[in-house]
């Protein structure tokens, strides 16, 4: 994850906070997620489009610290 961009509400869709530092338990944020190697390559697709594709675990030293759906693929 190369950056929190902001917070949103569940309810309403509206941004609650921007930059935020960290992410809760059941908070929805958006973020922006970059490759190490620029050579390297992973497959990755809107959720709305392919479920199977659009959705991503992040793992930390063997453990799952987020999951999340891929909403935007900027390239």
Do not use: W, Y
């Amino acid at each position: 994850m190369k950056k929190l961009i902001e917070l949103v509400d569940h309810v309403t869709d509206r941004t609650t906070e921007m930059n935020p530092r960290f992410i809760k338990q059941g908070q929805l944020a958006v973020a922006r997620f970059a490759l190490l190697a620029s050579e390297r390559a992973i497959c990755m697709e809107l959720f709305e489009r392919h479920r199977e594709l659009g959705r991503f675990t992040l793992c930390s030293e063997g453990r799952i610290v987020a999951v999340g759906n891929v909403l935007e693929v900027i390239q």
